[in-house]
Each structure stands twice: as C-alpha cells, then as structure tokens.
C-alpha cells in the first residue's frame, strides 16, 4: 500500500557530499517513520539513520556524524544528507519506511559510488 521511490545516487569523488531523497506514495497515513539503509557489494545490509514521525533522528555509530537525516514539513518526503564521502560509503542506499501493524515498505535503491 506504500510505495517509496529513491533519487539522488550517482558518482561522488572521495570527501564530496550527496543528498539523497525518498519520497512517499500511496497509503502514508499509515507510515510511522522511516529511515535509510545500504548494502555494499559482498556485505550485508546496514542500517544508517531514521526518523519517526516525531522527528526523533537517529544514526548507526559507523557514520561518525557525516550524515544527517531530515524531512520535509509537510509532504512524504526524507532526505540523507551526506558529507565527507569515502569509499567505504559506496553501496546501494535504500529508503524504509515502517508501517502499522509490524509491516514495513522499500524502495528499489539508489546507487552511491565514491571513487577513490
């Protein structure tokens, strides 16, 4: 019932900066927060941040303050700011969104490469 689209990905030097967006569709009445996750080639799926509905943000310890998760006011939409790019942030970087009822949503990914 939830649809999530990811945009912003692409090919960032080491040290450069990206924002990424998320945004929404469907029945997001029912969406109690959301948040970002990646996964590198030969490496399991990480978390990075997330924000509940109240605003509350929170990060994985790995992003050593670099990144920052907001949202807009008003719409669907969240964001991951990240800054100081290195290689070892390149992955596939996916948005979730957990939903009522212990049910949860993903977009498809959105490609990060920081070239060395």
């Known amino acids: 019932q939830v649809q999530l689209v990811e945009s912003g990905g692409g090919l960032v030097p080491a040290g450069g900066s990206l924002r990424l967006s998320c945004t929404g569709s469907g029945n997001t009445a029912t969406i109690l927060g959301m948040g970002w996750y990646r996964q590198a080639p030969g490496n399991q799926r990480e978390w990075v941040a997330s924000i509940t509905v109240g605003g509350i943000t929170k990060y994985a310890d790995s992003m050593k303050g670099r990144f920052t998760i907001s949202r807009a006011k008003y719409g669907n939409t969240v964001y991951l700011q990240m800054t100081n790019l290195n290689s070892e942030d390149t992955a596939v970087y996916f948005c979730?969104?957990?939903?009522?009822?212990?049910?949860?949503?993903w977009g498809q990914g959105t490609q990060v490469t920081v070239s060395s």
């Open positions: 979730n969104a957990n939903l009522v009822a212990g049910r949860n949503a």
